[in-house]
């Protein structure tokens, strides 16, 4: 509590997806959920990717994208699976009939207070959820992306700067920074473009779960502006770089929301 904002009221739309089609991964809350209800806005249909246990999320955003005459396809798949990431890529375009943004957006995260404290088990999952599973889903989208395409990955602060409690997740982050990177100088000459964002502390679900509420209550206190974002102040981000109209010439950019900070590594 409070509920992450993710309606961004104070966004003004403008048309710049019309007619496109988006999957978004991890759609059903935090960034991913103001991300799609953005893109909705701007005129896209959306594919929500979710875990099954949070089908209810998932539901309450597909509400809202309807509301607003978009439509939301549900997917609930463990991304784990390299079947799952194949699947939901195929029934995008099988049931919305094709396919022009890719948001790699889902994570695993778990803090732990030192090295010893992280499991092989703990690595693998945060391996296969984080970035694996991206090179699966990004390769079976590169088959329906047409040129004017878009790939948008989801990184972290803790891929540029570290964090002693995220070691794994953080390594993870910088791997999808480098993939950004080499992706985008990869597709260049297909006029598909491929950008991160990169945002410090959000006040989101995988943020604060395994946290006390002491230390939740602290969350974000050490950014400039003294607080975490929201993800509706994260989310315009995503519609600039899947916006042709916006970013047509920015390829290969990790673009960080610090709330102020200026030091990214």
């Not at 960034?31 to 998932?58: H, K, N, P």
């Not at 004017?148 to 700067?161: D, Q, R």
Request: aromatic letters at 6%; one cysteine or more.
């Amino acid at each position: 509590m409070p509920a992450p904002a993710f309606e961004a009221p104070q966004y003004r739309a403008a048309g710049k997806l019309d007619g496109k089609v988006a999957l978004i991964t991890g759609g059903d809350s935090g960034i991913g959920r103001a991300v799609a209800v953005l893109f909705a806005r701007e005129g896209a249909d959306v594919a929500l990717v979710f875990l099954r246990q949070e089908r209810r999320d998932a539901e309450t955003v597909a509400d809202v994208v309807g509301a607003l005459g978009r439509r939301a396809l549900l997917l609930p798949a463990d991304l784990q699976r390299a079947a799952a990431c194949r699947r939901v890529v195929s029934e995008t375009v099988k049931r919305l009939g094709r396919l022009d943004v890719l948001v790699n957006n889902a994570a695993y995260q778990a803090h732990q207070p030192s090295l010893d404290a992280v499991t092989d088990a703990q690595v693998a999952r945060t391996l296969r959820v984080n970035v694996q599973a991206m090179f699966t889903l990004t390769r079976e989208a590169l088959r329906h992306l047409p040129p004017g395409g878009a790939i948008v990955n989801t990184g972290s602060i803790t891929g540029l700067e570290g964090h002693p409690e995220l070691l794994d997740y953080a390594a993870t982050k910088g791997a999808i920074h480098a993939f950004t990177k080499s992706l985008a100088i990869s597709l260049v000459d297909r006029g598909i473009r491929v950008n991160c964002v990169a945002p410090g502390p959000v006040w989101t679900p995988l943020n604060v779960a395994d946290q006390s509420a002491a230390r939740v209550a602290q969350f974000g206190a050490g950014t400039p502006m003294g607080r975490p974002a929201q993800p509706e102040e994260i989310a315009p981000a995503y519609v600039f770089f899947a916006s042709g109209a916006d970013s047509s010439y920015i390829t290969g950019e990790v673009l960080t929301q610090l709330g102020g900070g200026t030091v990214a590594g």
